[in-house]
């Protein structure tokens, strides 16, 4: 996670996650040579052919959960919103400011070094996650400090009363 943006009216953290849709590729690769090469040989080997094939769905899975997140906090329109770009599309989730309690951190199966930021809101039970997976690293946690920081920032007034000389 990175923060973008970070104004006493605005903070916009990015998470892209479009990195575990790499993890499959190599293999990918592997198998569609293996394939090439057995067809170049005069054989056809049906073993290389189902590796290529799981390689490709795999390779297909990982790309359609694997997403580009942009969470902006915004206190001008009281508005949270959540961008998620992924090879599916783009999903976007619009939540009132207001109802937002704090960021929290969740760690992975009692892991203190694996976690993810999710965000409590008053009112609803529901936690919402900043991203799918869980992320070695301090990043995690300095989301969460710099998200609460920003939540207790009182929002900025201008003074309606003119100054008189």
């Given at each position: 996670m990175k923060v973008v943006q970070n104004t006493p009216d605005k903070l916009v953290v990015r998470n892209n996650e479009l990195g575990w849709a790499l993890i499959p590729l190599p293999l990918t690769i592997l198998a569609a040579v293996l394939v090439?090469?057995?067809?170049?040989?005069?054989?056809?080997?049906?073993v290389?052919?189902?590796?290529?094939a799981?390689?490709?769905?795999?390779?297909?899975?990982?790309?359609r959960v694997s997403a580009n997140r942009r969470i902006e906090f915004d206190r001008t329109r009281s508005l949270i919103t959540i961008s998620k770009t992924s090879i599916a599309g783009r999903q976007v989730i619009t939540r009132d400011l207001e109802e937002?309690?704090?960021?929290?951190?969740?760690?992975?199966?009692?892991?203190?070094?694996m976690a993810r930021?999710?965000?409590?809101f008053n009112k609803a039970p529901e936690k919402l996650p900043l991203s799918m997976t869980s992320d070695h690293g301090p990043w995690q946690k300095k989301?969460?400090?710099?998200?609460?920081?920003?939540?207790t920032l009182s929002s900025p007034t201008l003074d309606s009363t003119p100054t008189t000389a």
């Open positions: 090439v090469e057995s067809v170049l040989n005069g054989g056809f080997s049906y290389n052919a189902f590796g290529l799981i390689g490709l769905t795999v390779s297909y899975v990982f790309l937002l309690d704090r960021a929290i951190l969740e760690d992975y199966e009692g892991d203190s070094t930021t999710l965000l409590v989301t969460v400090e710099i998200i609460n920081s920003w939540l």
